[in-house]
């Protein structure tokens, strides 16, 4: 059942779908961001049906700075494209280039989560706590739980770096690069409807 | 690889009890999920004959209203998430590989990882009970009945022991939907595969669709009584319907989680047992797909009374009645696959044909309840419990029971006793029937559901007795089979052919007891039915697919087991927050329990672990003692 | 074998053509990133400059979003590729059946009957 594997060809083209490991890790992953997407949908909606539930708290427009979440969506944004070209990288089994482009991703990714927690911070200090209406429960839930992801991510990713720090491609890290190269551009996609959903509706939406 | 015999050696040389905790094999993993399942099945069924204790004579004292709501909401709880949903899984998990010829799972350790979260969360919510009462809300936990104001400490259990049973539902999922897909047989394609494991597919399925929104709704009420946040009340902008579709968005797929499984074991059953080949086996496919489809589209059907408008009221009347006509198309499939068959009336049998009028009745109340004028009559009364008491224990304890004893003589070597088995079927059968048929005319004369008692001489005494009697006969009959699996265990003869009942799938071509890497040679399937058309093209056994070679095996590990109690400790903490005078600080309890939880999962990413080899040679001398 | 599989490679296995093949795909990756970027520009313009009638913007950056997720998806995620069908399967499952809850949650919470 093992496929065996040919040291002297060199490293397949999808080295991450080399092994029957690996193409069972890739298909689980999508099974498991297929669920995501749900859970997501989940807490947009509750989000979209009490934003207007500010109950006296400062509203979405009174709060949301256009400039500093488009910073946030610029970096990861890049952040994605960096990871992109890190799965081109192993590919073509260039094991620097893919960690070169992976630190990059990782760095991107913590200037973001930074930004948020100044975010944060900053509306807490203008008077939208957890508690105070439905619409900031719901927003920091919202917007935290994607917070949370990219905490995990970053964790992923770089316990990933710390331990292949020196092992080359192999293809048994090789689908765990891949899948949470996977992961990250998820929570890229997820940004995007954060920034257009809860940002620039907030600010612009009828 | 001199030096993988040594591992075989040491492997064997485990105790027993470190055996099955670290095993990550999917026989061991069923059967254990069969025996958690069953645990909690008897627990919540116990609770179900206190109950009927309690409504036997009007205004009884038996039970008192608090203890009386937290009995429903456990046995509720219980039953949909700790019982119903691990023992399909352990059906599951025991015949999927051996039904399309794989060696095992596709991610073992994942599937033991499964069954400690699982059954750790089902622990956390059980030990409710000696911190100050079970949840109380019932299983559906309204909000605000649930959220921080009214609800107590109960809810805390039921919020997070949920969340975390349901990560260890949702990633067994993932594992049965990727090993369906990527672990088939050669020759084994998707319209080949048996409908059982069709159904199973498409259950886990709705698991990853319906289990995410649950997580999301939970996590929301779990912020809501931790932390003080706003969802659900009104006051500052919350919203409570938001609770009840959130919950239905799963719930209502729940329904289908749970009967879908329990579809594919009744057509596995009545095929074998009527000499038939299963009628139109596409059309069941496409059936099941379409309920699985639909059963997203109707959850409003539970919130008609609430009052969220008249359209929306009927745009999912018409989704809700439309599930009739898929679930119909089995219905006539299974009686055509009968018809004309050569019938053997064994206890499985006779479980999977009567399943067939029970679940219609189920059904047929369930159109009545689709339609929204009547529905506000039938809401929230005995009807309403009637009709999905017939779905439920109608449709899957009746598959269960077929499945137990179809499967049972592969999974544990001996056949259960059949005597036994048809007192078991007929006292459960009558039992179940006096028990729910009366409910219904309860529900139509205004018995309201989840109410403690009743006043007497308003035409209700008679049927509730006849109910109650019903459930203990029901009871007498579980104990029935309770007997049955020690007595068959110490008496019954021993089965040592591998087909016992003539059967036509695959999981009856491997000797018994099955070896541990199910087949020595992956078999090449040539058709619908594999076993069964090698029997009348071929020699009666499965050809092999490749030549004998090296098999690879995962290594055991005790990480999940350790997981598990690292997300109760993680869990109970976090509960720790809301209780009054805890013992110590909750973050004392919280802060180790999150960091054996990752700790563990660091571990295991770490540490590349690429399992072991039987080789040919030892292969060779294990296929001899086998045979 | 499963030492193998903890080895790194010499080499890579890809032919001249594979690496011109890649080369080209890795072009219209960062020309998606590009237009990726230019989507992001036009929402943000369109709500902070207001050019756009506040009626018609919600709609309008909804599609922007939903272009960015089509090209995030389908181009940085290759569910375009072969080899994705089961995976396309269940996102697009997971898609459609997120649409129904997410009309609900929003609309049908029982403030406006419909």
């Avoid at chain 1, 949470?180 to 620039?200: C, G, P």
């Avoid at chain 2, 706003?230 to 959130?246: E, M, R, Y």
């Amino acid at each position: 059942m093992a496929d065996h594997v040919d040291m002297t060809k060199g490293l397949p083209s999808n080295p991450e779908k080399a092994t029957l490991e690996g193409r069972n890790k890739f298909l689980g992953f999508w099974i498991f961001l297929s669920g995501e997407t749900i859970m997501f949908a989940t807490f947009f909606g509750a989000f979209l049906g009490l934003r207007e539930g500010t109950a006296g708290g400062p509203t979405a427009e009174e709060l949301f700075q256009l400039p500093l979440v488009f910073i946030m969506t610029m970096l990861l944004l890049t952040s994605s494209l960096t990871s992109v070209l890190a799965m081109y990288a192993m590919k073509r089994n260039n094991f620097k280039a893919m960690m070169i482009w992976m630190s990059t991703t990782v760095l991107l990714g913590l200037a973001f989560l930074g930004l948020e927690i100044y975010e944060f911070v900053e509306y807490v200090h203008h008077g939208l706590g957890y508690t105070t209406s439905a619409f900031g429960s719901s927003f920091y839930t919202l917007v935290g739980l994607h917070g949370a992801h990219v905490v995990f991510g970053l964790a992923w990713i770089s316990t990933l770096l710390i331990r292949y720090a020196k092992s080359g491609i192999t293809l048994t890290n090789a689908p765990k690069f891949y899948v949470a190269s996977l992961y990250w551009h998820f929570i890229d996609v997820v940004w995007v409807f954060i920034f257009t959903v809860v940002y620039l509706m907030g600010i612009g939406g009828a | 690889m001199a030096d993988y015999s040594a591992i075989i050696k040491e492997k064997k040389d485990k105790s027993v009890l470190m055996d099955w905790l670290t095993t990550v094999d999917h026989k061991k993993l069923g059967v254990m999920y069969l025996i958690a399942g069953t645990l909690f099945f008897l627990k919540a069924g116990l609770m179900a004959v206190f109950m009927r204790i309690q409504l036997m004579f009007p205004e009884s004292n038996f039970l008192d209203g608090q203890t009386y709501n937290e009995f429903i909401t456990m046995h509720g709880t219980i039953m949909l998430f700790l019982a119903a949903t691990p023992l399909l899984f352990a059906f599951m998990n025991y015949i999927i590989p051996l039904q399309i010829g794989a060696r095992d799972v596709a991610f073992p350790f994942v599937n033991a990882l499964g069954f400690w979260i699982f059954f750790f969360g089902g622990l956390l919510l059980s030990v409710s009970w000696f911190f100050g009462g079970a949840p109380d809300a019932g299983w559906t936990a309204y909000v605000p009945l649930s959220a921080g104001d009214y609800g107590h400490l109960g809810m805390d259990f039921y919020v997070i022991g949920l969340q975390i049973s349901g990560i260890g539902t949702l990633i067994s999922a993932i594992n049965f939907i990727v090993t369906i897909v990527n672990m088939r047989a050669p020759g084994m394609t998707m319209m080949r595969m048996p409908l059982f494991c069709w159904t199973s597919l498409v259950t886990s399925l709705l698991i990853v669709f319906a289990f995410t929104p649950l997580a999301a709704g939970l996590a929301l009420l779990m912020l809501d009584r931790l932390f003080g946040a706003q969802f659900f009340s009104p006051d500052s902008g919350g919203n409570a319907v938001l609770w009840q579709h959130i919950f239905w968005i799963f719930g209502h797929p729940e329904v289908y989680i749970l009967v879908l499984p329990a579809f594919g074991i009744i057509s596995e059953v009545i095929p074998a047992f009527s000499r038939k080949r299963l009628f139109g086996y596409t059309a069941m496919v496409f059936a099941t797909l379409i309920i699985a489809f639909l059963g997203f589209m109707v959850w409003v059907h539970h919130m008609f009374t609430v009052g969220i408008g008249p359209v929306t009221n009927s745009v999912f009347a018409i989704a809700t009645m439309a599930i009739g006509i898929p679930t119909g198309i089995k219905i006539f499939n299974w009686l055509f696959t009968m018809w004309g068959g050569k019938l053997t009336f064994n206890t499985a049998m006779l479980c999977a044909s009567s399943f067939v009028p029970t679940f219609v009745l189920g059904g047929v109340t369930g159109v009545m309840l689709s339609m929204v004028p009547v529905d506000y009559l039938y809401h929230d009364t005995y009807f309403v419990v009637a009709h999905f008491h017939y779905i439920i224990v109608g449709g899957i304890v009746l598959g269960l029971l077929a499945g137990l004893y179809y499967w049972y003589p592969k999974m544990f070597g001996h056949h259960l006793n059949e005597k036994l088995g048809m007192l078991m079927f007929w006292m459960f059968y009558i039992g179940f029937h006096m028990t729910f048929f009366v409910q219904h005319i309860l529900g139509l004369i205004g018995m309201p559901r989840r109410v403690y008692t009743y006043l007497e001489g308003q035409g209700m005494d008679t049927m509730n007795l006849i109910s109650s009697i019903g459930a203990f006969l029901m009871s007498a009959g579980i104990i029935v089979l309770v007997i049955n699996i020690v007595y068959s265990a110490l008496k019954s003869e021993r089965v040592v052919v591998s087909d016992p009942w003539d059967a036509r799938t695959l999981e009856w071509s491997t000797p018994t007891p099955i070896p541990e890497y199910n087949f020595a040679q992956v078999p090449q399937v040539r058709s619908l039915d594999p076993l069964f058309y090698e029997k009348i093209h071929g020699d009666g056994k499965m050809k092999p697919a490749e030549p004998l070679s090296d098999i690879h095996m995962p290594n055991g590990s005790i990480l999940p087991f350790i997981i598990g109690i690292g997300m109760f400790v993680w869990g109970f903490g976090m509960i720790m927050l809301n209780m009054e005078n805890a013992i110590i600080t909750p973050y004392a309890v919280i802060i180790p329990g999150f960091l054996l939880t990752f700790g563990s999962m660091l571990v295991r990413s770490i540490k590349e672990d690429h399992g072991y080899h039987i080789t040919v040679e030892e292969l060779k001398k294990l296929e001899k003692e086998v045979s | 074998m499963a030492n193998e599989l903890s080895k790194p490679f010499e080499k890579s296995a890809l032919s001249e053509e594979d690496l011109y093949k890649m080369n080209k795909e890795k072009k219209v990756q960062i020309t998606s990133f590009a237009f990726m970027i230019f989507l992001t520009f036009l929402a943000f313009i369109a709500v902070a400059t207001e050019m756009v009638a506040p009626a018609f913007a919600v709609p309008f950056i909804l599609v922007l979003a939903g272009m960015q997720f089509f090209l995030q998806m389908f181009y940085f995620m290759h569910l375009k590729d072969k080899g994705h069908e089961w995976a396309n399967t269940f996102i697009i499952a997971g898609v459609v059946l997120s649409t129904p809850a997410l009309i609900a949650l929003t609309f049908l919470l029982g403030m406006t009957k419909y």
